[in-house]
């Protein structure tokens, strides 16, 4: 548990931990729920509900109205910090590596044989613009 203002933090999931270790009086309610001062404005009695939903995510409600992304703001995080899986890689765009490499591949052999004079079944003519395509879209 986390001590801040005197009040205690229950630990829970990263995300979660992550927003209430930056929280003042921070009060658990039920086993998934606390409140605490919303840092988006003066804040002299706990407006803010957290709340921790089945996968994780962290749910952010100020009954004065503060937005998710106000409150995120004043406490330095960004509302990507209230979802699980943070810590991994950002989510690739585009073909990875081997599939890029892999549509090379297939434009060297066409090429070679084409330098040895030999022709392209139209199934490998085919394939090969293909593979030009996804190669062209892939820069």
Same mark, same amino acid.
């Given at each position: 548990?986390?001590?801040?203002?005197?009040?205690?933090?229950?630990?829970?999931?990263?995300?979660?931990?992550?927003?209430?270790?930056? !929280?003042?009086?921070?009060?658990?309610?039920?086993?998934?729920?606390?409140?605490?001062?919303?840092?988006?404005?003066?804040?002299?009695?706990?407006?803010?509900?957290?709340?921790?939903?089945?996968?994780?995510?962290?749910?952010?409600?100020?009954? &004065?109205?503060?937005?998710? &992304?106000?409150?995120?703001? &004043?406490?330095?995080?960004? !509302?990507?910090?209230?979802?699980?899986?943070?810590?991994?890689?950002?989510?690739?765009?585009?073909?990875?590596?081997?599939?890029?490499?892999?549509?090379?591949?297939?434009?060297?052999?066409?090429?070679?044989?084409?330098?040895?004079?030999? &022709? !392209?079944?139209?199934?490998?003519?085919?394939?090969?613009?293909?593979?030009?395509?996804?190669?062209?879209?892939?820069?």
């Amino acid at each position: 548990m986390n001590i801040k203002n005197g009040a205690y933090a229950p630990t829970g999931s990263a995300c979660l931990e992550k927003v209430l270790s930056r !929280l003042d009086r921070v009060k658990q309610g039920r086993a998934d729920r606390w409140i605490a001062c919303c840092p988006a404005h003066d804040d002299k009695t706990p407006s803010l509900a957290i709340t921790e939903a089945g996968d994780g995510t962290v749910l952010l409600k100020c009954w &004065a109205g503060c937005t998710a &992304a106000e409150i995120v703001t &004043a406490i330095g995080l960004e !509302l990507r910090d209230l979802f699980p899986g943070n810590d991994q890689r950002p989510q690739r765009r585009g073909p990875s590596r081997k599939a890029i490499e892999h549509e090379r591949q297939i434009i060297r052999v066409a090429q070679a044989q084409l330098a040895q004079g030999k &022709a !392209l079944k139209p199934s490998d003519q085919q394939r090969l613009e293909l593979a030009q395509q996804r190669l062209r879209y892939a820069q």
